[in-house]
């Protein structure tokens, strides 16, 4: 009889379940509510998952555009310093001068240092 009796129990208790399940008074009765710290917890935690996900995204789209700027500041930087070294050759400024007409000349002798006595 105790076989017998177990195995009424387990058709009953496996008609409940499939009842309660069913219903979908075991899911908000027993599952939800039993765990409803850890289910928001778990919530939470994703959300934080997800913001940091996006954050990341973010950071590194803005590092890769401030890569770009700093290559591209880097090549105008160059440039210009060579365009400034060019003009700035003896030969250059003479060749300037003469086209503007500024009336100077070479200096042909070397510079020499005024010493003041006090």
């Known amino acids: 009889m ?6 009424d129990k387990g058709k009953n208790g496996t008609a409940t379940l499939m009842r309660e399940l069913l219903s979908g008074t075991m899911i908000s009765e027993k599952i939800i509510l039993r765990n409803l710290g850890y289910i928001s917890l778990v919530t939470l935690l994703a959300a934080l998952f997800i913001m940091n996900r996006f954050h990341a995204e973010k950071v ?17 930087s160059l440039s210009t310093s060579a365009d400034l070294m060019n003009a700035s050759r003896q030969s250059e400024v003479l060749r300037l001068v003469r ?3 500024l009336n100077l000349e070479e200096l042909k002798a070397p510079p020499y240092k005024l010493i003041v006595d006090k």
């Open 2 to 7: 105790a076989e017998s009796e177990k195995r």
């Open 60 to 76: 590194t789209r803005e590092m890769s555009r401030l890569q770009r700027e700093v290559r591209d500041l880097r090549s105008e």
């Open 99 to 101: 086209e503007r007409g």
